[in-house]
């Protein structure tokens, strides 16, 4: 409905449920006609701010507008995403801090984009800071101005790494080395054994540890399909009886208390989680042992050995740049190379989808060949005829269905997991 106020026409109407009240900034009637069929046009995509608050958070300037974001987002965010989107917003305030939100157009952020390349910071990082400017443009309905211009920058895809045996054992070898490294060890013991991720392990409380039935529950996770109960083998199941006596060790133990407690500065703390194993992780994945007197230490120009002074210059582990998140990568990889199904890897790993499972199972090359190989025959003088030709043997197929079949049906048997064991 068109209204007059004083010689400027206003519009009224509701979209979606939503009432839309304002100025069409016009004194002709034809116009306003024509302004109040765009604007309906446009609120029924979404594109118009329907309340005070929104077009409040246009007139703020930016600093304030991400404020204000990050603080309607919070109550659904971890402390640590919340932690890192103010990081995130730092960096876009020096630019765009002052600025108003409604003052921003595409150039600006394009702008910003050439600088922070221009400044060496990763397509990944640079995209990080533009989901903030989006999010802001977003609550003040004005993102859809800056939609067909400003596109996220090409990440290249790191679906992580798979290790070779010799260096899963390595990696367990040196984390076992150095009280300092315990926390890693069995953390990467678990992750080998479970598939866990660090933030799952981290958040698992002893009240989660079934040591009856062998099993754990994750009830804090990157997803909702993260959430899932998963039985212990022998390795997962000695790696947490290991934890069990160590808090034992510590006093009375209760269930609010973490498998994995907080340590800080030599004070700890068993009803706060391990923030993080990060340091003694990288320590220990770029340790490297000297070729001449056999000490294991930190890389360095000359060994630190007394009597020594090897040159290590060249010296680099084979486990440099080695994630603690790729040992799930690695758990995972395993699990299909044993032709574990589909279903039970998601069911153990936590994975939404069949595609994700491919972006994580990435097969290593011997397991590839192998099952290639099974696709030659074999046999010299191998021609059409063999493919054309009906068999002689009149109960040749099923033979074969004979020979894929064990007691429980089609598929052969198979564990979960390598070293899988029933509960005792």
């Not at 150039?107 to 221009?118: G, P």
């Not at 212990?232 to 994995?260: C, K, M, W």
Request: aromatic content about 6%; hydrophobic content about 35%; overall charge positive.
């Amino acid at each position: 409905m068109l209204q007059k106020r004083g010689k400027t026409w206003h519009c009224d109407f509701v979209a979606d449920g939503v009432r839309y009240r304002q100025s069409l900034k016009t004194t002709d009637w034809r116009v306003a006609q024509r302004r109040e069929s765009d604007l309906k046009k446009e609120a029924d995509a979404g594109k118009v701010a329907a309340d005070s608050k929104r077009k409040s958070l246009v007139r703020l300037a930016f600093k304030d507008a991400a404020a204000r974001f990050i603080a309607d987002r919070a109550p659904n965010w971890a402390p640590l995403t919340i932690r890192t989107e103010r990081e995130r917003a730092r960096a876009v305030n020096l630019v765009f801090g002052s600025r108003t939100v409604s003052s921003l157009t595409p150039d600006d952020v394009l702008d910003y984009i050439r600088q922070r390349k221009t400044a060496g910071k990763s397509n990944a990082t640079v995209n990080r800071e533009l989901d903030v400017i989006r999010g802001v443009l977003k609550k003040a309905k004005r993102w859809h101005r800056f939609a067909d211009e400003v596109k996220p920058l090409k990440v290249s895809e790191n679906i992580g790494r798979a290790l070779q045996h010799d260096e899963k054992l390595r990696l367990l070898r040196i984390a076992t080395s150095r009280p300092g490294w315990q926390s890693a060890y069995y953390a990467s013991v678990l992750a080998f054994n479970t598939t866990c991720r660090g933030c799952e392990l981290k958040g698992l409380q002893w009240r989660d540890v079934d040591l009856i039935n062998r099993a754990i529950t994750i009830r804090r996770s990157k997803t909702e399909a993260g959430l899932r109960v998963i039985p212990l083998n022998a390795d997962a199941f000695a790696a947490i009886t290991a934890l069990y006596r160590r808090a034992q060790q510590l006093g009375p133990l209760e269930p609010s208390h973490y498998v994995f407690f907080s340590c800080e500065r030599g004070a700890i703390d068993p009803t706060r989680p391990q923030k993080s194993w990060r340091t003694a992780w990288r320590s220990l994945t770029r340790a490297v042992r000297c070729t001449k007197c056999g000490l294991l230490q930190d890389p360095a120009a000359s060994c630190s050995a007394k009597n020594c002074g090897e040159d290590l210059s060249k010296l680099k582990s084979p486990l440099a740049g080695l994630r603690f998140h790729d040992v799930r990568h690695h758990a995972i990889t395993e699990l299909a190379e044993s032709q574990t199904s589909d279903q039970t890897i998601m069911s153990i790993a936590g994975h939404v989808s069949t595609k994700m499972l491919e972006h994580y199972s990435h097969i290593r090359l011997a397991a590839k060949r192998t099952a290639l190989d099974g696709l030659s025959m074999g046999r010299a003088g191998y021609d059409t005829n063999h493919v054309t030709k009906r068999p002689e043997a009149a109960d040749a197929d099923s033979q074969v269905i004979e020979n894929m079949v064990e007691l429980v049906g089609i598929e052969p048997t198979t564990s979960s997991l390598r070293t899988m064991r029933s509960p005792s």
